[in-house]
């Protein structure tokens, strides 16, 4: 009895010994494990990766498991502050070449490398630290989507930031919002801005592809790809924008009405030369606009035309 009474409190306690000091992990689909060791005679190197999706998986006693985002993630890039939010929703304005303040509306698609060495040294470099979110606590890039927002808006934001400066900034303000134009002269000159939005887009690719690894020491960050959705201009330069186009648009107005009227004088004077060259054709004109119904016409009596009533 004393026998068995001493196996069934080691089965219950084995498991909870276990349970506070580490023993097995496993992940979501979402989400990919790098365990390092973490034992009183153990370093604290990393010790293995766990793919998405695994079961419970032995990962050693007080080892420590950093989660990391295993799904396509994306950053948002808005020129709206009530928009952004602490977690991956950014105010960006750029200027552009001739000084005007553009805000930008886009989004960065992109996947943490799987490789497990990448990984590794991911946790290395990243892991390993803390990063300050916006409320100022410091955080793990692996606590949670805090964690990884700290990490992303001190390590790569700005890297995104400087690739959208040299892109944007070479080019006029017109040649990425066409209206613009208008606070150089009065007149709208058009402009192919999709063709400059498509050549931003692509020149931020290639800039980031570039640029990200060797800013962060290793090729860690995949699938990059940024989707520029528009420009926008400043609140007070719109406003002068707008109301450069309804001036322009009042003044069009008012030049139609003066040809249209033009063009009626002109066709009443040939009219009217066409009637004293042929006093008989006015005659007819006369007798086509007479209304139906009539039951007297007499020229040249005021009382000439008379319709019945009803």
């Known amino acids: ?25 496993s992940t979501g689909g979402g ?8 034992g009183p005679l153990d370093d604290n190197r990393v010790r293995q990766v766990i793919n998405p999706g695994s079961g419970l998986t032995w990962t050693g006693l007080w080892s420590s ?13 808005t020129a709206d502050p009530k928009r952004a939010t602490t977690l991956g929703v950014d105010v ?16 960065l698609y992109f996947t943490l490398n799987l490789d497990h060495q990448a990984l590794k040294t991911f946790d290395d470099k990243y892991g390993t630290r803390t990063f300050r979110a916006q409320d100022d606590r410091s955080l793990y890039a692996w ?7 700290a ?8 890297v995104i930031d400087n690739a959208l ?13 066409p209206s613009c134009s208008l ?22 690719d290639a800039s980031l592809a570039r640029d990200l690894p060797a800013t962060l020491g290793g090729d860690f960050l995949t699938g990059l790809r940024f989707t520029l959705a528009k420009v926008t201009l400043p609140g007070e330069v719109q406003q002068a924008v707008d109301r450069s186009l309804a001036a322009s648009a009042a003044v069009s107005e008012a030049q139609a009405k003066v040809a249209q009227a033009r063009a009626e004088a002109d066709a009443n004077r040939a009219r009217q030369d066409g009637y004293d060259k042929c006093p008989a054709c006015a005659e007819i004109e006369k007798l086509k606009s007479l209304p139906q119904g009539i039951t007297v016409y007499a020229p040249g009596n005021p009382q000439s035309v008379v319709v019945p009533s009803r």
């Open 143 to 149: 606590d949670g989507d805090e964690g990884w927002s």
């Open 31 to 38: 989400e990919v494990a790098v365990v390092r060791d973490g």
């Open 92 to 107: 960006v304005t750029v200027p552009s070449s001739d000084g005007v303040n553009l805000g930008i509306e886009g989004t």
């Open 151 to 158: 990490f992303f808006g001190q390590a790569v934001r700005p």
């Open 183 to 204: 606070l150089e002269s009065s007149t709208l000159k058009p402009q192919d801005s999709n063709a400059n939005i498509v050549k931003v887009q692509n020149a931020v």
């Open 1 to 25: 009895m004393r026998i068995a009474l001493i196996i069934v409190a080691a089965l219950i306690a084995v498991p909870l010994l276990i349970g506070g000091v580490g023993g097995l992990e």
């Open 65 to 77: 498991t950093h989660l990391y985002p295993a799904q396509q993630r994306f950053y948002t890039i």
């Open 165 to 177: 400066r040299g892109q944007i900034g070479a080019m006029r303000c017109a040649e990425l919002v």
